[in-house]
């Protein structure tokens, strides 16, 4: 019966991180630098807004596109931190994650036959989504240019069926982000275009030499921009699956309909804890940046004097090393690693073909984990 089965759900796989986040279960005594869960709590007071919303009973259904204090705190939040403007009435909605903010815009812009591109290595949980549409992804091969993308590489492969462009910085798995001149020479590119842009902007907050900038904000490209936003990385709110879309009205309208049938809204409770996040707790992710920056020096730091090529991720708690002088494949490569120094890391070739010959290593994990795992790693490459 199982051929029965929608064919395109059939022909997706499980993410190549989880995959290999699951092997670890197997394996004892192993440090994990794997999953991308910030190894904060949960600010006191966010908590506190959250049981003091189960105590007032504010356990019912919300308005589809959230409570309106807490889109008039996320309008509030995206002009005070990135200089958007979106009207909380009707351009933006508050999500199910940012995972299911992906999903309905993606849902609602393609169609049969379409084509995406997304600049590769990326994250792994686009290109099921657009051929869940029913649309092609063209990955955008960005490792001569040191994992960012440019618009002679929009140039290269744009083409008559692209409809949408990803820009998903700062990036997951290289920690890359693209300063405001090479926005400006994408935005100038697209901007006269008939193309779609997503932007996923749910790592915002984590960006560690320079302040974010949205591509919405620039050359008038507000109109035929979706950004997605969230909560669980800049205030370690992964459980609470707070997410949000801003997007100019006519394409609201329409999202709202797929979120509608798909979620009917976000969770209540959720919610009203991410109301307290956006005000009270607007500047909560400054202390948790600080220490990944730490972190990530130490770690960049590490990676170099072992010998690795590695590029410095500028956001994120991602690093991304080439492993290609050790392996050719990075399955394998982390495969060994787990099984001889119980080290688990995620393979680059879980974030499509060009990530193949690196591994992501996360550092959102303790100072001494940090440590621990990559002694193990200087121990097991001195081997190979």
Excluded: W
Aim: aromatic share 10%.
């Amino acid at each position: 019966m199982e051929n029965l089965l929608n064919k395109d759900v059939r022909s997706i796989e499980i993410s190549g991180i989880r995959k290999f986040y699951n092997m670890v279960s197997k394996y004892d005594n192993v440090i994990s630098l794997t999953i991308g869960q910030p190894d904060f709590n949960t600010p006191n007071h966010i908590k506190e807004a959250a049981k003091l919303a189960l105590e007032n009973n504010k356990t019912i259904y919300t308005h589809n596109a959230g409570i309106i204090e807490l889109r008039r705190a996320i309008s509030n939040f995206v002009q005070k931190k990135y200089n958007l403007y979106y009207n909380p009435d009707d351009e933006i909605i508050v999500t199910c994650g940012a995972s299911e903010g992906i999903f309905i815009a993606l849902k609602t812009i393609l169609d049969i036959g379409d084509e995406v591109l997304i600049p590769a290595p990326c994250y792994p949980g686009y290109e099921p989504v657009v051929k869940l549409c029913g649309a092609k992804v063209k990955y955008i091969d960005t490792s001569n240019t040191n994992f960012k993308l440019t618009k002679k590489l929009l140039e290269d492969n744009i083409g008559s069926s692209t409809k949408c462009i990803i820009i998903p910085y700062p990036s997951n798995p290289t920690g890359q982000c693209l300063n405001l001149d090479e926005l400006n020479e994408i935005a100038d590119f697209i901007k006269d275009k008939d193309i779609f842009i997503l932007s996923d902007e749910i790592y915002s907050e984590l960006v560690y030499e320079e302040r974010h900038n949205s591509i919405a904000a620039l050359n008038n490209l507000k109109d035929k921009t979706i950004v997605i936003n969230g909560l669980s990385k800049s205030h370690s709110m992964t459980g609470f699956r707070i997410g949000y879309t801003l997007s100019p009205s006519y394409i609201t309208k329409h999202m709202i309909k797929v979120h509608q049938y798909l979620n009917t809204c976000a969770t209540s409770i959720s919610q009203y804890a991410a109301l307290e996040a956006l005000t009270n707790g607007i500047d909560d992710s400054i202390t948790m940046k600080n220490e990944y920056k730490k972190r990530r020096d130490y770690v960049y730091d590490r990676l170099i004097k072992m010998g690795f090529d590695v590029v410095r991720p500028k956001g994120t708690f991602y690093i991304f090393p080439n492993i290609k002088k050790y392996s050719n494949n990075s399955f394998n490569f982390a495969l060994s690693l787990l099984e001889n120094e119980k080290v688990a890391v995620v393979p680059g070739s879980a974030f499509s073909q060009y990530g193949e010959g690196h591994i992501r290593i996360s550092f959102a994990y303790s100072m001494e984990e940090l440590k621990l795992g990559l002694d193990r790693i200087e121990k097991f490459i001195s081997t190979l």
